[in-house]
């Protein structure tokens, strides 16, 4: 069958790969996938892997190099192992790739996406949403509603990030928000804060192509161009008595977008972690006293909220459909995909890949 593989950094290939043994386990379900979202740590692994992707045996799953990729997306379940309930053969489903074990420390408080052992469909498992086939367990599948597309339901997973984001920030009707970066992440968050009732949304985005998005994402949110004018400046002007926002969500991972949070939030306010940052970062730990700032640091999500998610996405109040910029085959995922989406030049957002 065909798969898209990673094997080093910049060496991404179309092969064509044993498909799985029809012999599933008793918990096993055989998945056919639809659409595959290219997702920023695919990227990390594309620029400077293998990072996420197991070199050496991975110690829960036993992955190993190459990895067929893809860990955003949706699929039809093609067979199941006797065992298997919640799903059945010809369903559509949305895959929540998150595995670990269920007796572990965190498997027994129900926070399996904290396991030390944890792996990921796409990164560090045999299978990947990248390929024909792929076999996952069946607490990786959440079924898809007939008004919830395939499209959506692969990005219901990214979509999590975003809604676990809005979540740890206690964002409610009436908020104060900002959002910092508008990535894939950060537009995601954008909807999240929107759809969760925030009533004041401030972003922050360097970016003319994403600054020009979240206003049609969200067309009453207040756009800021950091290199423009000051953020903070700009976010007290605007708030009650000049205090700044309730909650701050840190979606780029870069030290300068952390600090404008601290700066916008109010006293006694949350900042959101979201961005992964690949260094450490130098922060003003006074100012933090001194305002009583709320730091919340997230992991993935929680991975009983898929069907929350999903029920968000059919009401209508979670659009992320409308993040996406291109769906192209795996045939040409390294050029239409891979280089297109870090090439300045070309504006891209999301790009989903159909095997």
Request: glycine share 10%; proline share 6%.
């Amino acid at each position: 069958m065909k798969a898209v593989r990673f094997h080093a950094a910049k060496d991404i290939r179309v092969e064509d790969v044993p498909a799985p043994s029809k012999r599933l386990g008793p918990n096993d379900v055989l998945i056919k996938p639809l659409v595959t979202g290219i997702c920023g740590t695919d990227l990390h692994e594309y620029i400077a892997g293998p990072i996420v992707t197991p070199q050496t045996p991975h110690v829960y799953t036993g992955a190993t190099n190459p990895q067929i990729l893809g860990h955003e997306f949706s699929a039809i379940v093609a067979d199941t192992g006797a065992a298997v309930e919640n799903v059945k053969v010809g369903d559509r489903v949305s895959i929540q790739p998150l595995i670990s074990p269920r007796d572990d420390y965190y498997g027994r408080r129900g926070l399996y996406h904290l396991s030390e052992k944890m792996g990921c469909v796409g990164l560090s498992w045999a299978w990947g949403g990248m390929s024909e086939y792929a076999v996952v367990n069946d607490y990786n599948v959440a079924v898809l509603p007939k008004g919830v597309s395939d499209l959506q339901g692969a990005m219901i997973e990214p979509a999590a990030v975003a809604v676990y984001a809005a979540d740890r920030g206690g964002v409610q009707s009436g908020s104060t928000v900002l959002v910092s970066g508008v990535g894939p992440i950060g537009a995601l968050t954008l909807l999240a804060v929107k759809a969760a009732g925030a009533g004041q949304i401030f972003v922050s985005e360097p970016n003319a192509f994403r600054r020009k998005m979240a206003k049609e994402l969200v067309p009453s949110a207040i756009v800021i161009d950091p290199a423009a004018e000051n953020v903070a400046g700009v976010i007290r002007s605007m708030t009650e008595e000049g205090v700044g926002v309730d909650v701050a969500i840190e979606c780029v991972g870069l030290e300068a977008s952390l600090n404008t949070c601290a700066a916008a939030v109010r006293r006694q306010g949350k900042v959101v972690q979201t961005g992964l940052h690949m260094k450490p970062a130098a922060i003003d730990a006074m100012l933090w006293a001194l305002k009583d700032i709320t730091l919340e640091a997230t992991w993935c999500y929680p991975v009983q909220c898929w069907p929350r998610i999903i029920r968000m996405v059919e009401a209508g109040i979670f659009p992320i459909e409308k993040i996406v910029t291109a769906n192209i085959s795996a045939d040409h995922v390294v050029k239409q995909g891979f280089d297109a989406l870090l090439d300045k030049s070309v504006n891209h957002m999301k790009i989903l890949v159909t095997v």
